[in-house]
């Protein structure tokens, strides 16, 4: 990667993120996200898009030695039914705070028997020495599938498993390359065919993946489960926020996936949700929402698709399209007295397209008066809202995937 350079990559981003990402106002100006390192290392996400398309034959032959009758005891499992410590199913207790600073305790808990299974791939999170990490379980990996995935527990079994993802080293010493990206391909697939062969037993999945995990995902997607019909037809649906999935310009399917669209309503099964959040039109060089950015530009790396092509955005708003309220949860970070945060009617989103750049648009929607915090970019506007891509839309994605549940289950009973 000669032509990748630190100038362009921002390496001054973790300054930036001990600042966290609301707006500072009101009562509660103390809010701030977690320390976890996903926009550090979001530009992973970039990089990884491309080399999936440019090293597609490498890491296939090097997927051939991940089998999928593995033991059930060679994936570690970061979040799986039954662990002690499973950060997937941890205190769901939310506090709603509504515009006028009134609020009330909602109760939520993990589903004793939910119908499908949810396979969730973390975003870049490790800062570990080595170019891709190990898979010991650290705290950057517990605290944000707690965040992302963790409330996903009241509708579907969450499987996650560890993998040797790319770190901030391969970033800092340009060692993102085809034999580290398949590294972490090889190391994600390993773990679907363990989920396969000793867990699936026939359920249906929804895939869940942010930034770099969103990224792997599609590599999944593309090359597992739309050339093998047996999984195929397990697929619920996907959601891949942080991603840029490629379509052709106007159209639900193609580019990217041959045969899996985007959704269309919360019944829709065989699927994808995928999004990147701004609160303000991409740039010309933005690293999301445009398929050619500066960061493929300077790596020399051509995306697979890019003339007749655009970003996909599905709204979890609005599924059918137009604008919809965003349903945000947060972790509290002690700011109230319950793990969760929420705040109802303070944003509203809609797909936008302009400048060959497609976005989930992100509009605070308070009013004078209301003093709860909003998010901002804080690491360029190239970053958009990337850091709350899952967060900002969780209490709509869960009533989502709840809804397709249904929809699999009754299709599959042959209703």
């Known amino acids: 990667m000669s032509g990748l350079t630190s100038p362009t990559i921002g390496l001054a981003a973790p300054a930036m993120i001990a600042h966290g990402l609301f707006h500072q106002s009101g009562p509660m100006s103390t809010l701030r996200i977690n320390f976890r390192c996903t926009l550090l290392l979001a530009i992973a996400l970039v990089l990884v898009m491309g080399l999936v398309g440019a090293t597609q034959m490498a890491a296939s032959r090097s997927a051939a030695a991940a ?54 791939v973390y975003p870049t999170v490790s800062t570990e020495s080595s170019y891709n990490s190990d898979l010991r379980i650290q705290p950057a990996e517990q605290g944000t599938a707690e965040e992302q995935a963790s409330r996903f527990s009241q509708v579907c079994r ?59 995902l599609i590599g999944l997607i593309k090359r597992e489960i739309e050339t093998k019909p047996a999984e195929k037809k397990l ?15 106007g159209q639900l399917v193609g580019g990217d996936f041959a045969s899996v669209p985007a959704c269309q309503s919360n019944s829709q099964i065989g699927c994808v949700i995928a999004y990147s959040t701004f609160d303000a039109r991409p740039p010309a060089n933005s690293l999301f929402g445009r398929l050619a950015s500066s960061i493929n530009g300077n790596d020399g790396i051509e995306s697979t698709h890019t003339k007749g092509f655009q970003v996909l955005c599905t709204n979890p708003a609005a599924l059918a399209g137009g604008a919809g309220p965003l349903l945000p949860y947060f972790p509290s970070q002690g700011t109230v007295s319950t793990p969760w945060v929420s705040y ?18 992100v509009t605070d929607i308070a009013g004078p008066n209301d003093s709860r915090p909003v998010v901002q970019q804080t690491l360029g506007p190239g970053w958009g809202l990337h850091a709350e891509d899952v967060n900002l ?14 929809a699999y289950t009754t299709s599959s009973s042959g209703a």
């Open 67 to 120: 089998t999928t009758t593995s033991s059930s005891s060679s994936t570690v499992w970061l979040c799986r039914p039954g662990l002690s410590n499973n950060p997937c199913t941890k205190n769901l207790t939310t506090t709603v705070v509504r515009h006028n600073g009134t609020s009330t305790v909602q109760r939520a808990a993990p589903a004793k028997n939910p119908p499908i299974d949810c396979f969730y």
């Open 158 to 216: 969450v499987y996650a498993p560890m993998y040797r993802q790319l770190t901030v080293a391969a970033l800092d010493h340009n060692a993102i390359n085809p034999h580290t990206t398949a590294i972490a391909y090889r190391s994600m697939l390993s773990g679907w065919n363990n989920y396969l062969a000793h867990y699936n037993k026939g359920r249906g999945v929804v895939l869940i993946g942010h930034s770099q995990g969103a990224a792997l």
């Open 235 to 249: 697929l619920v649906s996907a959601l891949l926020m942080g991603g840029n999935v490629a379509v052709p310009t």
């Open 344 to 361: 109802p009617n303070l944003y509203s989103a809609q797909c936008k397209t302009a400048d060959g750049a497609t976005w989930l648009q």
């Open 393 to 406: 839309a969780l209490g709509n994605l869960v009533p989502i995937v709840q809804d397709e549940a249904t």
